[in-house]
């Protein structure tokens, strides 16, 4: 993926993420939806009139698929990028992890990049994994002692790939 595709990707989430955008994001799968099941009404009718109208009325229906699939698609993307941070779109989950504690798992929406949090246990400090595989990064660094702090640290090298 080119440089300019990535930064055009994640403006789009970033945008995706006001709850007005989503709102139209919504109406739109709505609107696609409602036009998919007229298309299914239309070809039930059709049935009853010819074997041509079946057919023009399944062309309908394929291009109220796709435009339904755009839509689906569309909204998943904008429902997975869940955080904006430094004008960067993140999808963040929380899991539990190997030592049963909750993790804290930050993944960028355009890039290949992941930083997986762990609270302090041993340490006073919050630790990150952090997962580059383009450029074969796999390391474990300590951060803050401060959870605000330590997701930011995170985020930041999840978009930029520095500390």
């Known amino acids: ?3 300019m595709e990535r930064l055009f990707d994640n403006a789009w989430y970033v945008a ?8 139209d994001i919504a109406a739109e799968l709505l609107r696609a939806e409602q036009a998919h099941d007229v298309a299914v009404a239309e070809v039930q009718r059709a049935r009853q009139v010819s074997y041509a109208a079946v057919a023009l009325a399944l062309s309908s229906i394929n291009s109220t698929r796709a435009a339904l699939g755009r839509a689906q698609t569309k909204a998943e993307a904008a429902e997975r990028c869940t955080h904006v941070v430094d ?6 989950t929380r899991a539990v992890g190997v ?13 290949d ?9 041993a340490t006073p400090f919050w630790t990150a994994r952090l997962v580059d595989p383009s450029a074969g990064t796999d390391r ?16 930041r090298w999840v978009s930029v790939g520095s500390l």
């Open 1 to 3: 993926m080119k440089l």
């Open 16 to 23: 995706s993420a006001d709850p007005t955008v989503r709102a």
């Open 87 to 92: 004008g960067h779109a993140f999808a963040v």
């Open 99 to 111: 030592t049963g504690a909750e993790e804290v798992v930050v993944n960028s929406c355009t890039l």
């Open 113 to 121: 990049r992941t930083a997986t949090l762990t609270p302090p246990l």
């Open 140 to 155: 474990v660094v300590h951060l803050g002692s401060d959870e605000h702090e330590s997701f930011e640290q995170a985020c």
